[in-house]
């Protein structure tokens, strides 16, 4: 099983800063990968998939890179609703695992 | 848009059993895998598996397998899991989410978009 360990756990910034969150594999996900943003009481949604692509709707200041076993997501500059918690998900290998979570709070 | 809707929340006692659905719309329904992941509370997300339902077949993660079982009736673009032997651990926040896949592809190895609104299943005695 690959294990994803995101960092930090937490993130404490202001509206207007950039966030910089990190994702690494225990093992290579190649450039399958994807972050998904969850609010409150609120489903998972998908931002960004194959490490960089922005799934529709996603507004440009989110984006993604990286390959291999080291990923980030950037939030160039963080609105209020942009504070959730941030989850990364690998499909290179089954079965499909996810990261811990980092939280994005005020 | 595209869609899916769940059955409401379900409180289930030790060693009984839990189904729930997971009806989509706005898109051809056997087009695209259903996955499931669950969310125990203040926990993360857990992938359970994938169903194809154009064909039925289906793919489970090692950790659910002879307890879950995925399913579907075509006729009313519902897919449903079912999972037995429940015991505490099993209480979570069940979601179905569509598979979404640009290259690559192939089941039980996509991405999730959208996720259904997600049911509550309590096991309790």
């Known amino acids: 099983e690959i294990l994803l360990t995101q960092s930090p756990a937490t993130l404490s910034l202001s509206p207007g800063e950039r966030a910089t969150l990190s994702c690494r594999a225990s093992?290579?996900?190649?450039?399958?990968l994807a972050w998904y943003q969850q609010k409150p009481g609120q489903t998972p949604r998908l931002l960004i998939y194959?490490?960089?692509s922005r799934a529709t709707g996603i507004p440009a200041r989110f984006s993604g890179s990286g390959s291999g076993t080291d990923f980030t997501l950037t939030i160039s500059s963080l609105e209020p609703e942009d504070f959730a918690v941030y989850y990364c998900?690998?499909?290179?290998?089954?079965?499909?695992?996810f990261g811990g979570g980092t939280k994005v709070d005020i | 848009q595209v869609q899916l809707v769940q059955s409401g929340a379900e409180v289930k006692k030790p060693g009984a059993s839990v189904k729930v659905s997971c009806k989509a719309s706005?898109?051809?329904?056997?087009?695209?895998?259903i996955n499931w992941v669950r969310q125990a509370a203040g926990q993360g997300l857990e992938w359970m598996g994938w169903?194809?339902?154009?064909?039925?077949?289906?793919g489970y993660a090692q950790k659910f397998q002879g307890r879950v079982t995925f399913t579907r009736d075509t006729s009313i673009n519902t897919a449903y899991m079912e999972l037995s032997s429940l015991r505490s651990e099993d209480t979570a926040v069940y979601y179905c989410?569509?598979?979404?896949?640009?290259?690559?592809?192939?089941?039980?190895?996509?991405?999730?978009?959208?996720w259904g609104q997600g049911t509550l299943v309590t096991v309790s005695s």
């Open positions: 989410a569509k598979a979404f896949c640009v290259i690559d592809c192939y089941s039980g190895s996509e991405w999730f978009d959208p």
């Open positions: 706005g898109y051809t329904f056997t087009n695209y895998d």
């Open positions: 169903m194809n339902p154009d064909s039925g077949s289906s």
């Open positions: 093992q290579s996900v190649d450039r399958y």
């Open positions: 194959d490490a960089s």
């Open positions: 998900q690998q499909r290179f290998n089954w079965p499909l695992t």
